[in-house]
T-cell receptor, first 115, second 113 residues
């Protein structure tokens, strides 16, 4: 069953702690993305990667870090520098093309709460 | 870069009526326009998309229209049902910029039984 898997579904973070959200896809997509969604809000881009071993900052990258060592995996670390991390985090992937666009496939999300 | 504006931010319709959500984009090089539906607590899911060489596309009760000259595109839902209640996002892909989708801020559609 092809798709994109995020884990865990729920995550609790203590003040000053780093946490890592997992995102794995078996769709053979080159591009992967991380979005943050706050209640009643739209999708804000944190980081994206269009090829292995390369990634770019999105609109709200401060306090977050990523790696892209494998095509299938794009983990997101929420660091202690992110002062308000409570949100719903969505990972997505897509075919990468510089000509025609393609839709994104989204994971089911991780809900992060600071306790 | 690309900028996508989406209106309205909230929309309430009676069951059986039609709903229309409109988006405008700024980059004339944009060539792909998907629409996503996100139910509460769930992932956004692609419901319909259109490419710039097509003016209209229909899939059962859902249709999308594109006006390249005016740089706007719209989602039309006919014979709305309670299960259509969700947040809808439009997006535009620019083939001459960052090669990624730019999303609108979303429209919360409520279908009243």
């Amino acid at each position: 069953d092809g798709g994109i898997t995020q884990s865990p579904k729920y995550l609790f973070r203590k003040e000053g702690q780093n946490v890592t959200l997992s995102c794995e896809q078996n769709l053979n997509h080159d591009a992967m993305y991380w979005y943050r969604q706050d209640p009643g809000q739209g999708l804000r881009l944190i980081y994206y990667s269009q090829i292995v071993n390369d990634f770019q900052k999105g609109d709200i990258a401060e306090g977050y870090s990523v790696s892209r060592e494998k095509k299938e995996s794009f983990p997101l670390t929420v660091t202690s520098a992110q002062k308000n991390p409570t949100a719903f985090y969505l990972c997505a992937s897509s075919i990468q093309s510089q000509g025609a666009g393609y839709g994104y496939t989204f994971g089911s999300g991780t809900r992060l709460t600071v306790v | 870069g690309e900028n996508v504006e989406q209106h309205p931010s909230t929309l309430s319709v009676q069951e059986g009526d039609s709903a229309v959500i409109k988006c405008t984009y700024s980059d004339s090089a944009s060539n792909y326009f998907p629409w996503y539906k996100q139910e509460l607590g769930k992932r956004p899911q692609l419901i319909i998309d259109i490419r710039s060489n097509v003016g209209e596309k229909k899939d059962q009760r859902i249709a999308v229209t594109l006006n390249k000259t005016a740089k706007h595109f719209s989602l039309h839902i006919t014979e709305t049902q309670p299960e259509d209640s969700a947040v809808y996002f439009c997006a535009a892909y620019s083939g001459a910029g960052s090669y990624q989708l730019t999303f609108g801020k979303g429209t919360k559609l409520s279908v009243i039984p």
